[in-house]
Nanobody, 126 residues
Framework: QVQLVESGGGLVLPGGSLRLSCAVSGPSFRSYTMGWFRQAPGKEREFVASSFRNSGNTQYANSAKGRFTVSKDNAKSTVYLQMNSLQADDTAIYYC???????????????????WGQGTQVTVST
């Protein structure tokens, strides 16, 4: 059974940085496409970034480009989301997710992912 556990959320000042981690248990981590999504209060869950299976090639939402970086450590079965220049509208619960059979064009869609973590709160505020 695949389990995902996020960590690294918290309260940060505008302009600050956080690094989220998502530890994945279960076989075949390298073969999973790993995604990061977020959901702010009163809003739908939205795609943030992903790392495609095997290759590690990445995609980013426009809001994340140039500020966020997703990376995978296959030896640790962990995916990271480095977030810099955080702004108030980055405040949300951040979720990591694993897809077993994603195709390149589908990885921005939540329904592509088979397994989800419990989420970690990120609050950007003074």
């Amino acid at each position: 059974q695949v389990q995902l556990v996020e960590s690294g959320g918290g309260l940060v000042l505008p302009g600050g940085s956080l690094r989220l981690s998502c530890a994945v248990s279960g076989p075949s981590f390298r073969s999973y496409t790993m995604g990061w999504f977020r959901q702010a209060p009163g809003k739908e869950r939205e795609f943030v970034a992903s790392s495609f299976r095997n290759s590690g090639n990445t995609q980013y939402a426009n809001s994340a480009k140039g500020r966020f970086t997703v990376s995978k450590d296959n030896a640790k079965s962990t995916v990271y989301l480095q977030m810099n220049s955080l702004q108030a509208d980055d405040t949300a619960i951040y979720y990591c997710a694993a897809a077993e059979r994603a195709i390149w064009s589908s990885q921005t869609r939540a329904e592509t992912y088979d397994h989800w973590g419990q989420g970690t709160q990120v609050t950007v505020s003074t």
